[in-house]
């Protein structure tokens, strides 16, 4: 098997479930079947709403750089990020390493391409700063599908805060299945929840919906790559 | 703060457990109040049982050593390690880096010693391989402690394996608290969970037992490490 470094901490808790979900993902009868990782969970990567919303505080892209160096130092094979938001700073990462990150926006495209059709909108459940960075437009333009984002941005960031405080609770839950609704109502009967603090909620979206979580995009690709034998796999999902 | 090194994966699922008590652990009103951690989440370091019980398999030392040598590549200030029986490899993972160990094992005798005081006996729900290496029998005798093991060692090896397959269940948590039962008519009022897959049971221990888990003494540790700023932290609790 390939051991796959996680860039985790962003947050913590969405590292943890991250984990959980690699662990439930593989039938195992031994510890020696489960997949091999090395996380850095760092709770201290600066930011990332603060960077892209507020435009103050580090930058976390050369932290993230960092961070991917030292998992390859300690034996990464290939990168993943359980965040969506940090996916902005792909780049920096990509420029630092060799192996490939496995990339959860450019694999969450394609799925919602997959059970979109070649025509539609697509709603993202994500962080205000994800719809200010136009994290999944264009991708999602070159696979003819349009982004549609809920309006109400302070009840979302609003979500975020809350639930790295305090943990999920029905509060939270409420107002985003009030958004999933809206995006519904707007056209979006396909939806990703594409925020790893939304990822610990479970059955947030509305009814009638055809919701997938990016986390699971993301876990059935660190799956493929580790179990994969031949370099082949890797290449297909990067 | 300062960042600690998890030697993981044995198994995968109580390394997790750590995890989520470290988060638990913290008061937090954003993600940089955690704790940073490197975590190598390996599943693949050679079965602990097998060596010391069937005298079969590979040698886990050097591979624990060569895990610590990477954390510590890795940006680890000090090491800590999920699992009991594992202990038994702590010199050669001393022997291999700089950075103190925060040893479960010497710390849960520390523990249990307050809790017995001068005179009694601790009884240990462990795997038979600690029985079998006397893990916990010379640092209790140093302070006037003995150890008392469950009887039935294929029942508690068969709930090791069975938490490992399929989980915590009901069948595991009776097997243990019979075991922990049969201690305290032997005359152990206090009893420490020392495997890291019996933590994954709660109240599996019997009415009328002073019990603690091991894995909690060591959350206490790193965490006082992580957050303690003077080097002094980390002479006291090694």
Chains 1, 2 share one sequence.
Do not use: W
Not at 133 to 154: N, S, T, V
Not at 198 to 222: C, K, M, N, P, R
């Amino acid at each position: 098997m390939r051991r796959v470094g996680i860039l985790g901490g962003m947050g913590p808790q969405a590292t943890l479930l991250l984990m959980q979900k690699l662990l439930d993902a593989v039938p195992a009868v031994d510890d020696a079947d489960h997949i091999p990782l090395i996380v850095d969970q760092n709770p201290q990567v600066p930011s990332r709403m603060r960077h892209l919303i507020e435009g103050s505080g580090d930058d976390p892209g050369p932290v993230l750089a960092r961070m991917a160096e030292r998992l390859v130092v300690a034996g990464a094979e290939a990168l993943a990020m359980p965040c969506n938001t940090a996916h902005h700073y792909a780049p920096a990462i990509r420029a630092a390493v060799k192996v490939p990150l496995l990339d959860m926006v450019d694999l969450s495209v394609r799925r919602a391409a997959e059970l979109a059709g070649l025509d539609g909108r697509v709603g993202i459940l994500a962080s205000p700063a994800v719809r200010k960075i136009g994290l999944f437009d264009a991708p999602l333009a070159r696979c003819g599908l349009q982004a549609l984002y809920p309006d109400d941005e302070a009840k979302m960031l609003a979500a975020i805060r809350r639930i790295k405080a305090v943990g999920p609770d029905p509060e939270t839950a409420v107002a985003l299945r009030t958004a999933s609704d809206a995006l519904l109502q707007r056209g979006a009967s396909v939806q990703m929840i594409a925020c790893t603090e939304y990822s610990l909620l479970s059955d947030a979206t509305a009814v009638g919906v055809t919701a997938f979580d990016t986390l699971d995009v993301l876990v059935a690709a660190i799956t493929g790559f580790a179990l994969e034998d031949s370099q082949r796999g890797a290449t297909n999902v990067v």
